[in-house]
């Protein structure tokens, strides 16, 4: 019995020891601050070809403080989405006053903005779920691309410059962050 009492009390000063000797970095929560969270914004943002695009659409989402990576590329293919949305109601509200040739253009882009709703983000949607990023870069790339196709239609009178534009800046963004996760 009197042998185990130096030995018990080697192993509590190791012990000791050892807990002292430990980083702070080793000994912090699981969870990451507030501050952590935004530079892990900031950082992805900054990887993106239009960063005060990325800041602002992941800020007015909630969920974006909580989110890693994934997460965020998700939240951009939800803002992908509601402009796809944004840009078929326009060509909708155009298409009850425009007549002749432009609503043919019109036509071409509704059918490519559907093409985004219908195929592009889903996809982006389910490959993120799946753990397969590349395909919804892939996913992203073609919502870029129909908005550029949609715009170049009109030959530099197009009313849609603004929805194209934001649906081809936000696409591009998107893609850009899902890179980061290959």
Known sequence: MTNLKPLTLFLFLQAIFLIISIPTTYSRSTFPSKDEKLSLIENTCRKTPNYNIC??????????????????????????????????????????????GARKVLSSCGDKYRAILVAD???????????DPKFAED??????????YCESEFNGKSPLTIQNNAMRDVSAVTAAMVRQLL
């Open 121 to 131: 983000i889903p996809q982006a949607v389910e490959a993120l779920e799946k753990g």
């Open 55 to 100: 800041i602002q659409s992941l800020k007015q989402n909630s969920g974006s403080s909580a989110a890693d990576i994934t997460g965020l590329a998700q939240i951009m293919v939800r803002v992908m989405k509601a402009k796809a949305n944004e840009g078929l109601d326009k060509i909708h509200q155009l298409q009850r006053v425009r007549n002749g």
């Open 139 to 148: 996913g992203a790339n073609d919502a870029a691309n129909e908005a550029s």
